[in-house]
């Protein structure tokens, strides 16, 4: 089993920054893929970022609609994935959920969300 446990949620202006964080425990190395999910009522899961690792190599990948404002990454010494949110818009405004599996399955470890409030 894997515990995530996100953390760094809040309320932000437009345009401003915020970075969320998501502590790994339990079984870790049985997971290589994290990413970072995220949902407003009504709508479906939105993948926002991955980071796919193979050993000291990582693969990241983005939504078109964060590209170039959120950048992912990873501390392996602290089990700790991080999600840094850039130009904030309103529309970024939903619940962020990290997640881990292994590479070609699919996500089946979850954490409890942190919310992301993007106003003025």
């Known amino acids: 089993q894997v515990q995530l446990v996100e953390s760094g949620g809040g309320l932000v202006q437009p345009g401003g920054s915020l970075r969320l964080s998501c502590a790994a425990s339990?079984?870790?190395?049985?997971?290589?893929?994290m990413g970072w999910h995220r949902q407003v009522p009504g709508k479906e899961r939105e993948l926002v970022a991955d980071?796919?690792?193979?050993?000291?190599?990582?693969?990241?990948k983005y939504a078109d609609s964060v590209k170039g404002r959120f950048t992912i990454s990873r501390d392996n010494a602290k089990n700790t994935v991080y999600l840094q949110m850039n130009s904030l818009k309103p529309d970024d405004t939903a619940v962020y959920y990290c997640?881990?599996?292994?590479?070609?399955?699919?996500?089946?470890?979850w954490g409890q969300g942190t919310q992301v409030t993007v106003s003025s």
């Open positions: 997640a881990g599996k292994r590479s070609g399955l699919k996500y089946n470890y």
């Open positions: 339990g079984s870790i190395s049985s997971i290589n893929v």
């Open positions: 980071i796919t690792s193979y050993g000291n190599t990582n693969f990241v």
